[in-house]
């Protein structure tokens, strides 16, 4: 079965130069991107992107890490998307996570991790709504 997940470059990553890189990998792993652009969220909108967070002790550094700079921000096609994308990105903390993956490769911290990638496909779907239309999504 084909399906989606969604993906955003944060902007640790977009600072770095990393985006050329980490979209080559996601390309070279066989996902097709259906929908793509760089914007930049204001507190407002990462607050609410982030709200299942908002009672953990790092939702203020995640929503002002999250809209200090562009990001650039996805929807991904391929079967088994979700679970493929995990593990494409490897383990929220870079220190944990395995030879090979984004986050090993380009993140620097546990709240700085290069990227996001949903963690269901309802989620996928919720996360890509919010950022595209019906129009952009391809
Ligand atoms: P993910 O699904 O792997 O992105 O991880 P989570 O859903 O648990 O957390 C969402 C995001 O919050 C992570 O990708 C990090 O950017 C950030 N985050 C998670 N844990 C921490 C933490 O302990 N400290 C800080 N500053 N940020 C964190």
Known sequence: MTNR???MIKPDA?????TGGI???IN?????IVAMKMTQ???EKAGQFYEVHKERPF???LVSFMSRGPITAAILEKENAVEDFRKLIGATNPAQAEAGTIRKLYAASIGENAVHGSDSDENA???GDFFF???EQF
């Open 41 to 43: 969220l204001s507190t």
């Open 23 to 25: 979209l080559k990998m």
């Open 133 to 135: 239309s019906r129009l």
């Open 5 to 7: 997940t969604f993906t």
């Open 125 to 127: 779907a919720i996360e």
């Open 28 to 32: 070279d792993a066989g996902f097709r």
């Open 14 to 18: 977009t600072e770095k130069g990393y």
């Open 59 to 61: 939702y203020g550094e």
